[in-house]
């Protein structure tokens, strides 16, 4: 079980961290040039002061994952990568009548959704679960 947690947060953390430098690129270079998948950007400014505070966030979870991985105890750092894909998942809870707008294909939302439900489950279970975890194994204690 030790091994799955290193390698599960290590291979988020990494995810994390190039998606969101990767698409707080991509957002930047459409508001700034009006070009590419978020060129609409360049006409809503706005929107990309949400986005490029959301990817570099994103990018922020990604290292706190990473580090995580090597503790003792790492159940707190699953907690925070669950809570991570709740937070995406409530966005298309309150937004779904305006995903079909933007991507028409609801199979990619649907399976988006199931991705992110199943990945929430199994950090929710590393996060909750004792199993693998030494006696008097936690990280608190040596922060």
Known sequence: MGRFRFWLLRVHGGL?????CLLAAVSTWG???GAGLMGFLAQHRLGHVGLIQAYLLVAVIGIVLWSGARRTDPRFYHRIGALA???ILSAYAFHWDYFPQIA???AMLRNAVWL???LCAVESWCGLSRAGIPPGGSSAARC
């Open 16 to 20: 994390l961290m190039v998606a969101g």
């Open 31 to 33: 508001m700034l040039t």
């Open 85 to 87: 894909h709740l937070a």
């Open 104 to 106: 028409p294909q609801g």
């Open 116 to 118: 992110h439900l199943a």
